[in-house]
């Protein structure tokens, strides 16, 4: 069966499949590695082309349809997950451009059937208003852009064909651009520090890329957008959808595994002082009430604007708020689960051989993805006061 074929089928993530994900986990955590074997499957299952519309060969699975297959990824692998989704979320982007109508974003459909492996190159020290501004210089040259920065964070840094990156042109400093361009690797100029050694999802591998005025030519360039809230047309918010929601459900999915470790483990915990598992303390039903009210909110809210965004639903200049909404009350809600899991296991869940312990430093860093708690609530107060996004705050 070609890749092509098995890609048209929606769900290639077999249950052997992910016992073998789920097994190899905590050594790529330990050792700092990436999922070289995983990737290597699911590039092989076709899962890497699920998001490519059917005409060009793939499974077409909308923003919704993929999340799931996320969150059931994420379960047993969340950092095979979260580095695998960077791809998707360029590679639904395009299908989303092209299901609009527009063409201009085919080529990528056609290069990820072709094996092209997309990453995401945004995040910039001293940015935190991610794709809207960039500390990365873009400067317009015949035929294309030459662009020079420092990119974080790109995961899938072993593997990627084509960074997909935004950079600023200032040469006119009344109007700013922000430059979207795909970046593929052999550019010369381009250079990989090894710089990831970090709290959780390690397994990303997310190296910094240096970028020393690399060359992108017209036909790599996605958009050329004003810099700012201004900016975001269908391409800019097709990223933070398929991003963010799909953030949202990866964390949604190690706390739901971590509350199903926490019933399992209590159903067993004995104490000295108790003649029944520790599963019959009060306390203890407390914090799994609360770990399941929390994630009976979280689900719903990132299916809802997940289902709106893939159906066409018009929420106009609301869209860009309840995607950072959904995101931030994901991440948020995740973490407080996880930390409560942590809580109910005790001391002996700080063990390294324990799941709960890599779950919990995973879950922590679903709270720095774009857009931080400040950004978010910026955004969504903004939208509901009918502030433009972009003005900032007078003073006296």
């Given at each position: 069966m070609t890749t092509a074929t098995k890609a048209t089928s929606g769900s290639v993530l077999t249950d052997d499949m992910l016992a073998r994900f789920e097994a190899r986990a905590p050594e790529y955590d330990r050792e700092n590695r990436f999922f070289q074997e995983d990737f290597d499957e699911l590039k092989e299952a076709g899962y890497l082309q699920l998001t490519v519309p059917q005409e060009f060969g793939g499974a077409g699975l909308t923003l919704a349809e993929y999340a799931r297959q996320a969150r059931r990824l994420a379960r047993h692998a969340p950092a095979t997950a979260l580095a695998s989704n960077m791809h998707h979320y360029f590679v639904g982007v395009a299908a989303d451009v092209h299901r609009s109508g527009d063409s201009t974003l085919d080529w990528m459909l056609?290069?990820?059937?072709?094996?092209?492996?997309?990453?995401?190159?945004?995040?910039?020290?001293?940015?935190?208003?991610?794709?809207?501004?960039?500390?990365?210089?873009?400067?317009?040259?015949?035929?294309g852009y030459r662009i020079t920065g420092r990119k974080s964070f790109g995961s899938l840094t072993p593997v990627w064909t084509r960074l997909g990156l935004h950079s600023m042109d200032t040469s006119d400093p009344q109007a700013p651009k922000i430059v979207h361009a795909f970046l593929p690797r052999d550019t010369e100029g381009v250079r990989i520090e090894e710089t990831w050694d970090v709290l959780g999802m390690r397994a990303t591998r997310s190296d910094d890329t240096i970028l020393d005025g690399v060359f992108v030519p017209d036909r790599y360039i996605g958009r050329v957008v004003p810099a700012g809230a201004a900016g975001v047309d269908l391409f800019v918010l097709s990223i933070f959808a398929w991003a963010l929601l799909s953030f949202g459900n990866i964390y949604y999915s190690i706390a739901e595994r971590a509350l199903e470790e926490t019933v399992k483990n209590l159903q067993s915990k004995t104490s000295i002082a108790l003649t029944r598992p520790m599963a019959y303390h009060p306390e203890s039903q407390h914090h799994i009430a609360e770990m399941v009210m929390e994630l009976d909110s979280i689900l719903p809210h990132l299916e809802s604007v997940a289902e709106d965004w893939s159906n066409g639903v018009d929420h106009g200049a609301v869209?860009?708020?309840?995607?950072?909404?959904?995101?931030?009350?994901?991440?948020?809600?995740?973490?407080?689960?996880?930390?409560?899991?942590?809580?109910?296991?005790?001391?002996?869940?700080?063990?390294?051989?324990?799941?709960?312990?890599?779950?919990?430093?995973?879950?922590?860093?679903?709270?720095?993805?774009?857009?931080?708690?400040?950004?978010?609530?910026?955004?969504?107060?903004?939208?509901?006061?009918?502030?433009?996004?972009d003005e900032q705050p007078r003073w006296g």
């Open positions: 056609e290069e990820a059937m072709a094996g092209e492996v997309f990453a995401a190159g945004h995040a910039e020290s001293g940015n935190d208003i991610t794709l809207l501004l960039s500390t990365t210089a873009a400067e317009r040259v015949d035929g869209w860009p708020s309840k995607i950072v909404s959904a995101k931030y009350h994901a991440v948020e809600g995740s973490w407080r689960v996880v930390d409560r899991a942590l809580d109910l296991a005790g001391g002996f869940g700080i063990f390294k051989r324990g799941s709960i312990e890599r779950m919990f430093r995973d879950a922590r860093l679903g709270r720095l993805h774009p857009a931080n708690s400040a950004l978010t609530h910026e955004f969504v107060a903004k939208t509901a006061l009918g502030i433009n996004p």
